[in-house]
Each structure stands twice: as C-alpha cells, then as structure tokens.
C-alpha cells in the first residue's frame, strides 16, 4: 500500500509526540507522582508506535515499543523513574528526533535501535503472568463496576459487533475509526481489540460495548458509515446479565494458576481501567481540528490582502455616488470583508508555547552539564502570535537562554555565599502589549559587570582604556550585542564562540522587533524581545516623500510636528532637530531613499529606532492605513532602509521604512542622543498623531 500521501502527516504528528514528550519526562522527572502526566506519556507514546508501525518505519516502531515498556513501569507504582533513567529516556527521543528528520530529509529512517534497546531493557523488570497477557492481549471487556455504574447513571449497555470487509487493506486504521464513532455515541467501557493491541490488528469483526442512551439504529448507521464496514449488529444487554468473559480473562486465569508457586512480583499489577474511552474520547477531538499546511495559510493572506485593496477601492469609487442601495451593499461589503480578515487572522496565529515547549529540556540539559540548580518558569504560555512569527522566534530565544544558563546564574555554593537560594531561578514569559508581544528572558543570577565588559571589550579591540573606565550599564550592554564580543573566557559547545547576540539582534530586526536589555550587577538580568503579533497585516503612517508614498509603522511613529515651529542647527555637519526633551538627527527623507527632493519640507515624522529617535522630513501626511505587507527582493529595496511594501488602493506600491536601519545608518556618528529615558510602547502618545 502506498502511505506517500500520509507523509508529511505523520512527521507533523511525529515532531509534535517527540515534542510533547520532551516536556512530559522533564516534569516528570520534577513530579513523579503526576498521574496525569505519566497516562499522557503512555499514551503519546502508544500513539507514535502506531502511527510509526503504519508507515513501515519498523525501528522506530520497535524502539518506541520498548520505551513503552518503560512507561508501563510508571503506571505501576508511585517512585517514577531515576535521573539516569530518565537520561535514558531522553537519549531514545533525540534518536528518534533525528529518525523522523532523516526521513523528512532521504525517506529513511538511519536508526538502529539495538543499543538503546538494550539500555531500556536494563531498566526494565520482568512481568507477572497477568502482565504479560495484558500487555499482549486484544481485548478489555467490560467489569461488573463499570457495568453497574453506567446503569445506575441511567444508560444503556449495547453489544456493537462490526465486520470488516474480507478486502480490507488497513483492518487497524478501520478499528480506530470504528472506535472514535461509536465514542460519539456515548462511552466506550470495553472493546476488541484492546487499545493496546489495536496497531497490530489483523482481523475482521470488532466488538465493543458501549454505554449510550441512543437508538440501535442511530449507532448501526454511524458505525456502518466507516470505510470498508461490511455489517453492523447492535444488541443490548439485559439489566441482569453479566459482564462478558472475554479470552483475556481465560488467559489471566490460566496464568495466575500456573504461576499460584511464583513469589509476589516487586512490581504490583495496575488496577483495571476503561482506558477505550480516553481513546476513544481523544479521537473523537481530533475529528474538530484539521491540518492545512502552512503555504495554503500564507496564500489565504495573499488573497484576502488583495480583498482589502479592492474593497477600498471599491469605497473609494462609490463615495460621491448617491445611491442608497450602493452604499448599502458597499457598507455589507465592508463589514463583511473585515469579519473575514480578522478570522484568517485568527487562524495564523498560534500559541508561544509551540517554542517555549522546548525549553525544559534545554535548561534540564544544560543544567546538568553546568553543574547548576536552576527552577524554570515559563508564563503566558497561551499568548498567540502570527506563525511566521513564532517559527522565528526559536533561535533568538535559545540564545538568550544558553546566556542566561552559562553566564548569568551563578553555581550553587557561589550563591549561597552571596545571601542567595542554591536553586536559581530562570523565567521565560509572554505578555500582549497593545498590538505587540513582548517575551521576557529574566534570571536571577549575578547580572553584568560594566567593569569585565570594558577589560574584555578593550582586550577584544572594540573600545579604548579610556572608554572603558569610564563605562556604565548602559554602554556595557550595548558592547554585549557588538559582533563576536564574548566575555566567556573559554569556549564550549554552550558559549564562548562571539555568536549570539549580535545574532539575537538581527534576527528579532528583520522581524521587525527589538531587544532590550536590562541588568542590576548581583541582581539578574532581563532581556525583552518586543514583536509585532503579525508581520502579514500593519498598522502605519502613510506619509509622500518626494511625490513617492512610503510608510512608517505606527509603533515606532513618536508624534508629528511642523519645522518651521522649532530650532534647526548644524553639528559636525549635520542638522539636528532641538526640542524641548532632547536633541534629534534630522535627516532628509528624499535623499535617505534616493529620490529627488521637490523642494522644502515643514513636516517631519519623529520616529524611533533601535537606540535613538530620528526625525525625517516628509512632503505630506496621508493618514494612518492597514496594510498588507509583501516581502522585497534586494534587487528592488536596493539597499535602501525598507523592510518591504504593500499594496496601496490605487495600485501604487508603498515602501515600508525599517526604522532599525534608519538608526543604524546614524551610529557613526556623535549624535547618539539616548531617549528620554521611556522604553518603547510605554508612551499612550507613540500611537497618536499630533499633526500641526
């Protein structure tokens, strides 16, 4: 059978268990006795064997099978697992980590299983007869209890029996959706085959018993609307009659007999649950979601981009048009359109957590490796953020991490030396901040130096004696960001290497954010990155530049003013703008962007980029628009400080302004005139135009 097409189904879903169990282990290690935690690990598991066995990728298969056998162990008692079990553990998920992206790569799998195999079999103690049936059994009936407590709760206990048809190709795909149907029905209390022997499923007739207060005939017709389902027989249990006595029982029985001279096992056999209707239930939520791959998304915007433009300029014609029905259906139009460019959206946008998902493993590794007691809090893990957003975020984030990690929290005895909990505390949080994100990196550890910055800054070539004596925090974090500066004194595979927060800074730039960082010497540090929630749709100031229409995002526009009401002076050459909070560069928007000037200009734009605030001079305030951003090719910015375009209503291109670049344009020269001491998007004036 060909299962091409479910390829990049299976790798999504494949990432998303090895994800989910990276975090559920690292938890678990923290709080063995979360049971909650340990049935999701057994089940993501039970799942990813599944999924993998369907799709021939048996080495996969076979690990995951063993590692299951593991988890099992964590059904059955209450002492979890041991730190280098746990270690184990982890060692088997980066190996099928890169299992599943060396088939996303070349469509085979590279993994040999054997060592890690034999690693897990050390952790793992022999069953008891029972055990043994139960895990290679293929049916759970229904007990006495369950049975009971579904009639006292005034159900029916219906018998479903459902055959396959003789042709059938995938006969355990077909139990699943059986299965999952008839949980819409009610609660699945026992089934064959079990859900643990459901993937190796090779028959043709599925039983399950199902308490419901549906029809007969209602379960029949939904049951029968499965592929490849030749019949359907319903019948329902009489009041007085027993449980079922399935081949399970028989066997457990016989087991328990010819095993009555075995000493008590160290391991106690888990009490019996109707673990069915948790699949079943998980089935039946999967059925409401659907996967669209990411391209389709980004096409969808693209589309419903074009709908804004067309339907501004169908508002634009129809103004002067008296025509009540027009205008009518013009303003339907309208609000219909809107309604529909806030749900695509919606469906963009996805929770932070699909990054911060990573990060228990990263500190729980590091940690280790450091010598370090470090307690992780993540925050906001729900804020959402534009997709294109967070698969960007990944990289910068990480940065921050290992820097807080290696660099910022102190080891154990140091900081109990210095009045401080052995354990410190690294937090990741996220929080909306009007149309941004901000995600905070703070830790408690030692903060910076001014003083080591300056020596290793000196050392490094990047500032002079004198600079450095005379450095503050302000200018020490700055150095920090600088292109391989490190002040780590060694190497490592963690740091040292003079990449990352130059990298950090470019990274979060070209998303059109920016990082701030703060830091109190003995206190912590706290490094925010500050992101648009999406970078499909911006709000900004349409502005002329040269007869050319340009736009300045509406976060970093401070306010607007005429020239003519303020002082205008020369230094070093060049013209700075004097108000009454601080001395601006003013620079010419025709000549920054290579446009012939049409003449004076009494209105500037005081906008704000990474360090300092500007004021560029602009022909004519257009007003404030929603655009829909387009990348540019450099063949087309050609250098210029532009971070893309959009489509205007009458077809013109307006040219984005990366006010970044803006800044950085100016960091040569003496006119580094620091803000008034706000950080960004603190001001309820930074979104407010004040035109003269």
């Known amino acids: 059978m060909d299962t091409s097409e479910y390829m990049p189904m299976f790798l999504a879903e494949a990432q998303e268990h090895l994800q989910e169990l990276n975090v559920a282990i690292v938890e678990l290690e923290e709080d063995s006795s979360n049971q909650e935690t340990v049935d999701g690990i057994f089940r993501i598991a039970h799942s990813l064997k599944g999924m993998s066995a369907t799709m021939g990728f048996s080495a996969i298969a076979e690990l995951t099978h063993v590692m299951e056998d593991v988890f099992e162990l964590l059904r059955q008692r209450t002492g979890g697992l041991g730190h280098d079990a746990i270690t184990t553990v982890l060692a088997c998920l980066d190996a099928l980590s890169a299992a599943v992206e060396s088939i996303e790569m070349t469509g085979k799998e590279n993994l040999d299983p054997a060592p890690l195999i034999q690693q897990l079999h050390e952790l793992i103690r022999d069953r008891t007869p029972e055990q043994a049936v139960e895990r290679a059994g293929g049916a759970e009936m229904p007990n006495q209890v369950v049975l009971d407590a579904a009639r006292a709760a005034g159900a029916r206990i219906l018998h479903v029996t459902v055959k396959l048809d003789e042709e059938v190709m995938m006969p355990a795909v077909r139990a699943h959706m059986v299965f999952a149907a008839l949980n819409d029905h009610g609660e699945t209390i026992g089934c064959i085959p079990s859900p643990e022997a459901i993937e190796n499923f090779q028959g043709h007739v599925i039983e399950a018993w199902v308490a419901t207060e549906h029809e007969e005939s209602a379960i029949a017709s939904t049951a029968t609307r499965v592929s490849d389902v030749a019949s359907v027989e319903v019948e329902e249990m009489a009041p007085d009659e027993a449980p079922p006595v399935g081949p399970l029982e028989v066997a457990v029985a016989a087991a328990a007999a010819a095993a009555a001279e075995v000493d008590e096992p160290a391991l ?28 389709r998304l980004d096409v969808l915007m693209h589309l419903m981009g074009e709908l804004v433009i067309h339907r501004t300029a169908v508002e634009a014609y129809t103004a002067d048009i008296s025509s009540p029905e027009l205008q009518h259906a013009v303003q339907n139009l309208t609000r219909s359109s809107q309604s529909l460019q806030s749900m695509v959206m919606q469906v963009r946008m996805i929770p932070v957590d699909v990054v911060f998902m ?6 729980r590794d590091l940690s280790t490796k450091l010598q370090k007691d470090v307690e992780l809090e993540l925050l906001g893990r729900d804020t959402e953020l534009d997709r294109t957003v967070v698969d960007s975020l990944g990289d910068p984030l990480v940065h921050l991490v290992r820097n807080s990690l290696d660099h910022g929290l102190e080891p154990p005895d140091v900081r109990v030396a210095e009045g401080k909990t ?35 800054a000196v050392k490094s070539g990047l500032i002079d004696e004198e600079t450095a004596a005379h450095l503050d925090m302000k200018g020490a974090v700055e150095l920090l960001f600088a292109p391989g500066f490190s002040t780590a004194e060694t190497t490592s ?6 990449v990352g927060m ?10 059109g954010g920016e990082v701030i960082m703060e830091s109190v ?7 925010q990155i500050r992101l648009p929630l999406t970078l499909a749709i911006v709000s900004a100031l349409q502005v002329d530049i040269a007869g050319a229409p340009f736009a300045l995002p509406i976060d970093r526009v401070e306010r607007t003013l005429r020239l003519s009401d303020h002082t205008v002076r020369s230094i070093a050459g060049r013209r700075v703008l004097s108000l009454e909070d601080g001395v601006l560069p003013l620079i010419e928007g025709a000549e920054v962007f290579g446009r012939k000037p049409t003449g004076e200009h009494d209105l500037i734009v005081i906008v704000r980029g990474h360090d300092k605030r500007i004021g560029l001079t602009v022909d004519q305030l257009v007003g404030q628009r929603e655009l829909v951003t387009r990348p540019l090719p450099p063949v087309v910015s050609d250098g210029q400080p532009v971070s893309g375009g959009a489509v205007l209503a009458d077809g013109q291109i307006a040219l984005i302004v990366d006010c970044d670049a803006l800044a950085s344009d100016l960091s040569n020269t003496p006119l580094s005139v620091p803000r008034d001491g706000r950080q960004p998007g603190t001001d309820a004036s930074a979104s407010k135009l004040v035109t003269a």
Do not use: C, M, N, Y
């Not at 069915?276 to 669209?292: C, I, K, L, M, Q």
């Not at 130059?502 to 998303?511: G, H, N, P, S, T």
């Open 268 to 295: 106690a056999s888990p009490a019996a649950a109707p673990k069915a209707a948790g699949a079943g239930a998980a089935g039946s939520a999967s059925a409401r979601t659907v996967r669209v791959d990411a391209e």
């Open 358 to 363: 990573r990060f228990p493993r990263l500190v």
């Open 422 to 456: 052995r354990t410190g505390t690294l937090t990741i949080a996220a929080r909306h901040a009007g149309g941004s994100v901000v995600i905070e990196v703070r830790d408690d550890g030692r903060g910076i130096d001014p003083v080591a910055v300056g020596k290793k």
């Open 493 to 498: 595979d963690i740091s040292g290497r003079g």
């Open 502 to 511: 130059d990298a950090v800074r470019a990274k979060i730039r070209e998303l």
């Open 521 to 527: 010497q003995g206190k912590g540090t706290s490094s």
